[in-house]
C-alpha cells in the first residue's frame, strides 16, 4: 500500500469512526433524558439527541461533510441547549451555589455560610469559585468560557471533544468543572514549554476555584524539573501556591470552622446533610451500603493519591503527553474513589486524556526557553 493509498485509507477509517460515535451520541443522549428525573437533563437530552442525529447523517452518505457535522453536533448539544436553559431559567443546582457565593461574597465578604444546614447552604467549592457567581448574566456563560479560551489556546478547541457527551452535558446545565480543567491543560502545556511563571499562575487560578486541580500543580513541577531544571520548578511552585493561597487562606482566616464544613467535610460525606453527588461508582457505592465504608473509600483515596506521588518520583513525567496521562490517570482514580462522586467529574480524565493524545501526535518543538537556560540533560520536550 502506497503512501497515497495509506492516508485515504486512514481518512477514511476516521471518517467511519466519526459516523459512528455521532451515531451512538443520538443514541445515548436522548436515552439519558429518559432515565433522568432532572428537567435540565430531559432537555439537554432531546435536544443533543438531535444534533447528534443530524451529525451522523451529515457524516455519512458518498459525500460526507465533517465539518458540517461536527458544527451540527456543537449546536445541538452546547449552544442551543445552553441558551434555552438559561432564558427559561433551568440550571443544576452547582450554578445556583456559584451565583449565591458569589452574592454572599458582595455581601458579606465571604461566599460561605458560617453554620450551613440543608443541601443548599453549602458551598463546596474554593473562593475562586465565587467570581463567577459575581461576574454579570448566568454563570454558566463564563464557566463554559473560560473553558473555551483555555482549550482554544492548547490547540483542544475542536469541535469533536466539545460536542462529547461528557463535555457538552456540563456546558449546558453546569460547567463549575469546566474552567478547573481548561487551567489544568493550559498549566501542563506551558509547563512542558518551559514557562514555569505562566504554568504556575494558571494552575494556581485552577487551585483557587476547586480540590480537583490540586494534584496538577505536583504533576507540573516534575514536568517543568526535567524540561528546565529544579531552580525553575521551585519558581513555577512559589507562582503556583502564591496563587492559590493569595485567594483561599483570607476566607480561611476569616471562618475557619465555616471553611471546613463547606469545603473539606461537605464533599467527603463528613456531614448530616448528604452531598448530592452519589453516582454510583465505587467510593460511594462504599460509603453507602458498607459498614464503616465511608473511611474504606477515603484509605483506599489516600492510596491512590500516595501511589500516584511515588511514580512521580520512581517515573516522573518529562513531555506533555506523559505529564497529562499520568494526571488523567490520578484523577479517574479519585473520581472512582471519593465518597461523594459523581459521573460528570469523568470530564477531568477525558479532557486530560484528549491533551495527552493530542502532544503525542503533534508534530514536536522545540520548548519556549530563553537562551542560556540550562536544561536537564536528556529530557524529552513537546510543546
Not at 458579606?108 to 448574566?137: E, H, I, K, Q
Request: hydrophobic letters at 55%.
Amino acid at each position: 500500500m502506497g503512501k497515497s493509498e495509506g492516508r485515504r485509507f486512514a481518512a477514511e477509517s476516521a471518517g467511519r469512526l466519526e459516523r459512528y460515535g455521532w451515531a451512538g451520541c443520538a443514541v445515548v443522549a436522548p436515552g439519558f433524558a429518559l432515565v433522568s428525573d432532572q428537567a435540565t437533563h430531559r432537555v439537554w437530552g432531546w435536544t443533543a439527541g438531535a444534533g447528534y442525529a443530524l451529525a451522523a447523517l451529515l457524516s455519512s452518505g458518498p459525500r460526507p461533510r465533517p465539518a458540517a457535522a461536527r458544527a451540527a453536533a456543537v449546536l445541538g448539544a452546547v449552544l442551543v441547549p445552553l441558551a434555552g436553559l438559561v432564558a427559561a431559567g433551568l440550571a443544576q443546582s452547582e450554578v445556583a451555589v456559584v451565583e449565591r457565593s458569589g452574592q454572599l461574597l458582595r455581601a458579606t465578604g465571604s461566599p460561605y455560610l458560617s453554620a450551613p444546614v440543608a443541601v443548599g447552604d453549602f458551598n463546596p467549592y474554593l473562593p475562586g469559585m465565587a467570581v463567577f457567581g459575581v461576574l454579570p448574566g448566568d454563570a454558566r456563560w463564563w464557566l463554559g468560557g473560560v473553558c473555551a479560551a483555555c482549550l482554544a489556546g492548547v490547540g483542544l478547541g475542536r469541535a469533536a471533544l466539545l460536542a462529547c457527551p461528557l463535555v457538552a452535558l456540563p456546558f449546558a446545565v453546569g460547567g463549575v468543572d469546566l474552567p478547573v480543567v481548561g487551567l489544568m491543560c493550559l498549566g501542563v502545556v506551558l509547563a512542558g514549554r518551559g514557562r514555569p511563571g505562566r504554568a504556575g499562575l494558571a494552575l494556581g487560578a485552577a487551585a483557587a476555584l476547586k480540590w480537583t486541580a490540586w494534584p496538577a500543580l505536583p504533576v507540573a513541577l516534575v514536568l517543568v524539573a526535567a524540561v528546565r531544571g529544579g531552580r525553575s520548578a521551585l519558581r513555577c511552585a512559589a507562582v503556583g501556591s502564591g496563587t492559590a493561597t493569595a485567594v483561599v487562606l483570607p476566607f480561611v482566616l476569616l471562618d475557619p470552622a465555616g471553611f471546613h464544613r463547606n469545603v473539606v467535610a461537605f464533599p467527603l460525606g463528613l456531614t448530616a446533610a448528604a452531598s448530592p453527588a452519589e453516582s454510583p461508582l465505587p467510593g460511594h457505592l462504599l460509603a453507602s451500603y458498607v459498614p464503616g465504608g465511608t473511611v474504606i473509600a477515603l484509605v483506599l483515596l489516600a492510596a491512590a493519591a500516595l501511589l500516584t506521588g511515588v511514580s512521580l518520583v520512581l517515573r516522573p513525567p518529562g513531555t506533555v503527553p506523559a505529564a497529562a496521562a499520568r494526571l488523567a490517570l490520578g484523577l479517574a482514580l479519585a473520581t472512582a474513589l471519593m465518597p461523594a462522586t459523581r459521573f460528570g467529574y469523568l470530564v477531568y480524565p477525558l479532557v486530560l486524556g484528549a491533551l495527552a493524545y493530542r502532544e503525542r501526535h503533534a508534530a514536536p518543538s522545540v520548548p519556549e526557553v530563553p537562551a542560556g537556560t540550562p536544561t536537564r540533560a536528556g529530557a524529552e520536550v513537546v510543546a
